[in-house]
């Protein structure tokens, strides 16, 4: 019994530590993948708590599969409804992300460019995880989701060389 005890916290703590170690690598590897291509700190620290998050619910189904508490059929059948659930809820939120992912990594749009689209044009003051901002001649803040920036055409003003460059390498 005791053995049996020990073995089954030691796969606990394997689960954990092991895992933990997983997602720091992915975590950092991340960061300074945002931080390259000029992502704002505030950006890289969403993503960064939200794959901590990812890390937690990993390590507690770890637990609770090594630990018989969740069988793999119900654990599997339960995880794909929660999946599922999330993914129905937070749909537009995750195309806001992805399209914000998308313009960094395309450095399509900078903080400090001019930019117009909708009939607004403005200065980029923020690029976030689901919201660019944009300030305007007249100084008001206009705010837009990313999926909308990246669907619709935009003129970038002040980025044509940069632009000309990428596109001819």
């Known amino acids: 019994m005791v053995q049996v005890t020990i073995d089954l916290l030691l796969q606990i703590a ?24 000029g992502a704002s ?18 390590a507690v189904s770890g637990t609770l599969l090594v630990t018989g508490v969740a069988s793999e ?29 998308l313009l960094l990594t395309d450095r399509v749009i900078r903080i400090g ?8 044009k403005g200065t980029v003051v923020r690029i976030g995880l689901r919201s660019t901002w944009l300030k305007t001649e007249s100084g008001e803040i206009v705010v837009t ?7 619709g055409p935009f003129v970038n003003y002040s980025a044509a060389q940069r632009l000309e460059r990428r596109l001819r390498a």
């Open 14 to 37: 394997g689960i954990v530590v092991g895992s933990w170690l997983v997602a720091e690598v992915v975590i950092r590897v991340t960061a300074r993948a945002l931080r390259s291509v």
């Open 41 to 58: 700190p505030y950006l890289t620290r969403s993503i960064r708590d939200g794959l901590t998050i990812v890390w937690i619910i990993f």
């Open 73 to 101: 059929f119900s654990f599997l059948t339960v995880s794909g409804i929660v999946g599922l659930t999330v993914s129905l809820a937070l749909q537009s939120t995750l195309s806001n992300v992805i399209a914000g992912l």
């Open 113 to 120: 460019d001019v930019i117009s689209f909708s009939s607004v």
């Open 145 to 151: 989701s990313n999926s909308n920036l990246a669907s």
